[in-house]
């Protein structure tokens, strides 16, 4: 049975969610990437599966994902990013963090929701989290995935019915998407944030981890003051292909996410 992504809520504080992409800049580089993070605090790991028409993804992690799926032999997709899951968490550790892939519905089908699920367990991965599958219409994979998290989407368009059934359905935690369009490095962060985050939480008992637009370790310190988690993509997925880079940016963003950066003030 899978552990589940709890883990990565249960430290009393903000939970660092930090992604990176499976294959790239190759294999052998985003398994070193995972262990750079895990070693650099992040609570818990959103592994991109690379994939040919994302609708979330933007330019950066787009860009990471046709690397991966040409550079490695092959090619790479969702059973070679479940098999780099598995070798990570096989051999990181009781201590390491969950780890939840990022995938689309197309690859779910394509490869078949049972089997899916099956290989998911079997590599020991926590959740799930499938941008352009809505609550109303998962009853197939839920059924397939038992025992691993799925987390769903609230954004700021969401109705407060929508918002209540995403609460209802997720598992682990609830994705807060801090902004409408695709996924990057912003200058600023929406003012109404803070609103959009206390509607979210009212909805669910879960923690709620805000996604989206979060780059820089001072914007993941404000968000972690109105969250239980900071999600950032682009700005590490831009730093993956340099481990040492990456290796210091995640530190610095989990010292900023677990109340260290404010302490220093």
């Known amino acids: ?9 249960s430290h009393g504080r903000p939970a660092l969610v930090a992604y990176v992409m499976g294959g ?5 580089g985003s398994l070193a990437a ?22 979330a993804d933007g330019p ?4 990471a994902a046709e690397v991966a799926r040409s550079a490695n032999p092959g090619g790479f997709g969702l059973a070679e990013t479940i098999d780099l899951a598995g070798e990570f968490i096989a051999t990181a550790g009781a201590d390491a963090p969950p780890v939840a892939l990022m995938t689309y519905l197309n690859p779910l089908m394509r490869v078949g929701m049972p089997a899916v699920g099956s290989a998911m367990r079997g590599a020991g991965i926590g959740g ?13 994979w839920l059924a397939a995935s038992d025992g691993i998290d799925t987390v769903f989407l609230a954004a700021p368009t969401s109705t407060p019915e929508r918002l209540a059934r995403v609460g209802q359905a997720s598992r682990g935690f609830v994705y807060c998407v801090s902004t409408t369009g695709v996924t990057g490095e912003r200058a600023d962060l929406p003012s109404e944030l ?10 669910t008992p879960l923690p709620v981890a805000v996604g989206f637009g979060v780059s820089t370790p001072g914007q993941a310190a404000l968000v972690a003051r109105i969250a239980d988690g900071v999600v950032v993509g682009s700005a590490i997925v831009r730093r993956q292909d340099d ?3 990456l290796r210091k940016f995640a530190a610095e963003l989990a010292d900023a996410v677990h109340g260290q950066f404010f302490a220093r003030l």
Do not use: Q, T, W
């Not at 790239?24 to 052998?28: C, E």
């Not at 950066?60 to 860009?63: D, K, N, P, S």
């Not at 803070?194 to 909805?203: P, S």
């Open 60 to 63: 950066v992690i787009r860009e």
């Open 243 to 245: 481990l040492d880079s």
């Open 194 to 203: 803070a609103d959009l985050v206390v509607r979210v939480k009212a909805a």
């Open 128 to 140: 799930v989290i499938v941008p352009d599958l809505p609550p109303d219409m998962a009853g197939p």
């Open 24 to 28: 790239y800049p190759d294999r052998a």
């Open 34 to 55: 995972l262990r750079a993070l895990a070693e650099a605090g992040a609570d818990l790991i959103e592994l991109g599966v690379p994939y040919a028409d994302p609708l």
């Open 1 to 9: 049975m899978s552990p589940g992504l709890a883990r990565a809520f």
